[in-house]
């Protein structure tokens, strides 16, 4: 059973870079015909889609696109999320998760709380 | 951009009642590449419903989607109480891979 885990600081201060990384279990990010994604919701709020990963590269949120990079460690099985110049609005449970050939999201993970505070 | 729209907001209904939820989206989505989530309180979503209509592992048979192109339902034939809960639509067709802003399905 493929299962992911966020892992990652939960406390960043404003202007600087969040980072997140995804550890995968059960499967294998070499593993091809899927996306491996990012998903954000701020607190009593909707989903937000951040991105993804595939075999042909990354494609990003148009309102985020400036500011993320998404990268994936295959020696490690892992996948990570960095958010630069981070303010209160990226304060959020993120999210990584698994997209079929297609891109309906399958697995994902329990979710990590970031707050962006000094 | 493919905006979507969820209604009603929130719906309230009572245990072994039917729940109508729906998406629409200000563009045709193609292929039928719509999902259907469903979000409990401190929970990660759960994939329900993947191309519309088909079902994701371990689905009961009493959720199902339909629609094509704009419209886009989401049925649950009896509501139990584990069924209570926010409901997400998401659009998989173009970048950004939007989601709808969720209904809230709650007991009566």
New interface residues.
């Given amino acids: 059973q493929l299962q992911l885990q966020e892992s990652g600081s939960g406390l960043v201060k404003p202007l600087q870079t969040l980072s997140l990384t995804c550890a995968v279990s059960g499967g294998s990010v070499r593993s091809g015909g899927y996306s491996w994604s990012w ?1 954000r919701q701020p607190p009593g709020k ?4 951040i991105g ?1 990963i595939d075999h042909s590269g990354t ?1 990003y ?3 985020l696109k400036s500011r993320v990079t998404i990268s994936v460690d295959r020696s490690k099985n892992q996948f990570s999320l960095k958010l630069s110049s981070v303010t209160a609005a990226d304060t959020a449970v993120y ?1 990584c998760a698994r ?2 050939w ?5 697995y ?4 990590i709380l970031v707050t962006v505070s000094s | 951009e493919i905006v979507l729209t969820q209604s009603p907001g929130t719906l309230s209904l009572s245990p072994g009642e039917r729940a109508t939820l729906s998406c629409r989206a200000s563009q045709s989505v193609r292929y039928s590449y719509l999902a259907w989530y469903q979000q409990k309180p401190g929970q990660a979503p759960r994939l329900l419903i993947y191309g519309a209509s088909s079902r994701a592992t371990g689905i009961p048979d009493r959720f199902s989607g339909s629609g094509s192109g704009t419209d886009f339902t989401l049925t649950i034939s009896r509501l139990e109480p584990e069924d209570f809960a926010v409901y997400y639509c998401q659009q998989y067709d173009s970048s950004p891979r939007t989601f709808g802003p969720g209904t809230k399905v709650d007991i009566k």
């Fill in positions: 998903i909707g989903l937000e889609w993804y494609t949120s148009p309102s999210y997209g079929s297609f891109g309906d999201l399958g994902w993970g329990q979710g």
